[in-house]
């Protein structure tokens, strides 16, 4: 009797730890999931892409389409360019007010063309083409009206100083609509050239989806880039109110070059390469090394455009200029990477690109760009980059770019995405005049220039309109951010530093699915083990 309760005792024992067993493994097995999933926890660049699209419809001005996704906008400017007797109505407002200005609108077109141009499968991937295509075509639509005859360009609509005297909504507008323009006694090069490059890169986005749309693009930019070099001058001296605004301090020599570029990219007209490569020298390209890229200084994205046409045997008579673009375009990403020798971009003690405290956020978007078309290039040349503090892979590069968008997106010791209506904690108060005050779809009854300040700027609860997908200025050398809608230089918000996010986003997206794809090949090759 007592060896048979010894032997059930023992299976009971036996039997028991065998449960215990199951139930560790069971366990190691839910804890394995729970840690590869807490890793894998990442930022959502899918969500991130979307977004920044809508941003665009949020910033359209004009007679707004059937399926215009951002509610809370209705039509405005539908009066521009009557004054002038020309159809001035569409394209956008660049930031939180309502002038149109069109240099850094033209800017905002060739970075949302270029972001297509590179990653285009990318952006498709993520179903986002079509909205991607639409955001361009609302800039080019314009510039196609704004450009009435070959040597005349419309470079503005609306007057700075007015515009700021009232915090209305668009569609309630009772400001200066007043149009400028550029022409043959009043040039503006800068202006002319930068319009030119947004219509040739945007001639390559729709070539094969809607050709003959391409070459009317073509078109014009040929044209726009013709006038620009014949009458030389800057446009902020032919046009005095834009200099307040968006006046073009680095001139107009940068603009020549790249419209050219992008020319010679949309054409394969050898004559555009010749005048980027002879005028390389007396027009800065391969003289000025830059740490900045902006809707003002183009010659860092000049650079790296170039540098890029030495992978092709065709180019060879010109290597020796190119090589010479090559080096300041690795000057440029050297200085963002904090490995040249003295003169870095300086970084936040957080790691993010500090370059001003006005609108830190567009230095920092344009260079997360830059540093991912050179992070391809490399990879696909099969190069390093050499700079001071060493040698440098294609990885190194784009981990760096991830970094800053990262930042961005809630990485960041305020843990608050600058990248609006992303995440759970964005700033509520961005400097908008629109999103500020309550929607005109929800309230027609009009709102005065004063009434706006009175009754909604200084108002201390966030806007009733999210203004989604924007990306305000960003915080100050130190990492500090106050959300606050009279702190101007912190929480408005610019096409042009939204528009270089959108190739950025794709390609993160491309890598994260290639990543999971990797870890769930090789999850499915290896045999579930665990060890007591």
């Known amino acids: 009797m007592a060896e048979e309760q010894k032997e059930e005792i023992n299976q009971s024992k036996s039997s028991n730890s065998n449960t215990l067993k199951l139930h560790w493994c069971v366990l190691f097995i839910v804890f394995a999931i729970s840690c590869k999933t807490t890793s894998s926890l990442g930022f959502d660049y899918a969500d991130a892409l979307t977004k920044s699209l809508l941003y665009f419809e949020a910033q359209r001005s004009g007679r707004l389409p059937y399926n215009q996704r951002v509610t809370w906008r209705d039509h405005s400017g539908l009066t521009d360019g009557l004054e002038q007797g020309v159809d001035l109505v569409g394209g956008y407002y ?23 141009i590179e990653f285009r499968d990318q952006i498709a991937g993520a179903g986002e083409l079509e909205h991607a295509l639409e955001a361009i075509k609302w800039g080019t639509d314009y510039f196609i009206k704004a450009h009435t005859s070959p040597n005349v360009l419309w470079a503005e609509v609306g007057d700075g100083d007015t515009d700021h005297y009232c915090w209305q909504r668009p569609e309630d507008m009772t400001t200066s609509r007043h149009a400028y323009k550029i022409d043959e006694n009043n040039p503006g090069s800068d202006l002319a050239g930068e319009t030119a490059a947004a219509m040739a890169a945007a001639s390559l986005v729709f070539r094969k989806t809607n050709p003959h749309y391409a070459h009317l693009l073509l078109h014009h930019a040929q044209q726009l880039f013709e ?110 990477l904090n490995k040249n020798n003295g003169s870095n971009v300086d970084r936040t003690p957080a790691g993010l690109l500090h370059v001003r405290q006005w609108n830190n956020m567009q230095y920092v978007s344009t260079a997360a760009f830059l540093l991912t078309i050179y992070s391809d290039f490399l990879r696909s040349s099969d190069r390093k980059l050499v700079c001071h ?23 960041n010791p305020m843990n608050m995405s600058y990248l609006v209506g992303y995440g759970s904690k964005y700033p509520t108060r961005v400097h908008h005049r629109g999103a500020s005050i309550v929607s005109y779809r929800e309230n027609k009854g009009f709102i005065g220039c004063t009434q706006g300040y009175d009754n909604w700027y200084s108002q201390k609860e966030p806007n009733p309109n999210v203004l989604v997908g924007a990306l305000v200025g960003g915080p100050d050398c130190q990492d500090n951010f106050m959300d606050q809608r009279g702190n101007y230089m912190q929480t408005e ?40």
């Open 389 to 411: 503090g060493g040698l440098v892979d294609h990885e190194e590069i784009l981990n760096f770019a991830k970094s800053q968008v990262d930042y961005i997106l809630g990485s």
């Open 94 to 116: 660049d930031a939180g007010d309502h002038v149109k200005f069109g240099l850094p609108m033209a800017f905002t077109v060739t970075m949302l063309s270029w972001s297509v």
């Open 493 to 532: 918000a610019c096409t042009y530093n939204t528009a270089p996010l959108v190739g950025v986003f794709a390609k993160l997206l491309e890598m994260e699915d290639q990543k999971e794809k990797g870890d769930h090949d090789h999850n499915q090759n290896q045999p579930l083990v665990a060890s007591y």
């Open 227 to 336: 006038f620009g070099d014949k009458h030389r001058g800057k446009y902020d001296q032919s046009i005095k109110a834009v200099k307040s605004y968006y006046a073009s301090v680095s001139g107009y020599m940068d603009e020549l070059l790249w419209g050219a570029m992008w020319l010679y990219k949309a054409t394969d007209n050898e004559d555009y390469l010749n005048y980027v490569i002879n005028k390389a020298v007396c027009f800065g390209g391969i003289g000025w090394a830059i740490t900045e890229f902006s809707w003002d200084v183009k010659y860092a994205g000049l650079q790296i455009m170039a540098s890029k046409l030495l992978m092709d045997e065709k180019h060879k008579e010109h290597n020796h200029i190119l090589e010479q673009y090559k080096s300041k375009a690795e000057y440029y990403i050297c200085s963002c």
